[in-house]
C-alpha cells in the first residue's frame, strides 16, 4: 500500500468525498484506512459496573481506493510512486517529481 499513517490525504469517491483528513491507522490486510474526521459511525457503550452507558462517535474504515494521497505544498491530492536515491527506495510525488516523507 502506497498511503501510511500520519499521511494527509483526500477522498475520492463516496458520501464524503472532497474532503481530506490525517490517516490515524492503516491495515494492509484489509486494505483499508481510517482517516480523522471523515467516515463517522455511532456506537452505543453498553453500561458495565464502572463505566455508565453513553453513545460514541468514531471514525470507520475506508477502502484504500476511495482515498488519494494530498500533496499538503501544493494544495492538490496526487498519485504516489517508488524511485531510488543514492540505494534507498523513497515515495514520490508523480504530479511534481519532488519526493515524499
Known amino acids: 500500500m502506497k498511503i501510511r499513517k500520519d499521511d494527509t490525504v483526500m477522498v475520492i469517491s463516496g458520501k464524503e468525498k472532497g474532503k481530506h483528513g490525517k490517516v490515524l491507522k492503516v491495515n494492509p490486510k484489509k486494505e483499508t484506512v481510517i482517516v480523522e474526521g471523515i467516515n463517522m459511525q455511532t456506537k452505543h457503550q453498553k453500561q458495565t459496573r464502572k463505566v455508565r452507558s453513553e453513545i460514541k462517535h468514531q471514525e470507520g474504515p475506508i477502502h484504500v481506493s476511495n482515498v488519494m494521497f494530498y500533496d499538503t505544498r501544493e494544495k492538490?491530492?496526487?498519485?504516489?510512486?517508488?524511485?531510488?536515491?543514492d540505494g534507498v527506495k523513497v515515495r514520490y510525488s508523480k504530479r511534481t517529481g519532488s519526493p515524499v516523507n
Open 76 to 85: 492538490m491530492p496526487t498519485r504516489i510512486g517508488y524511485m531510488f536515491e
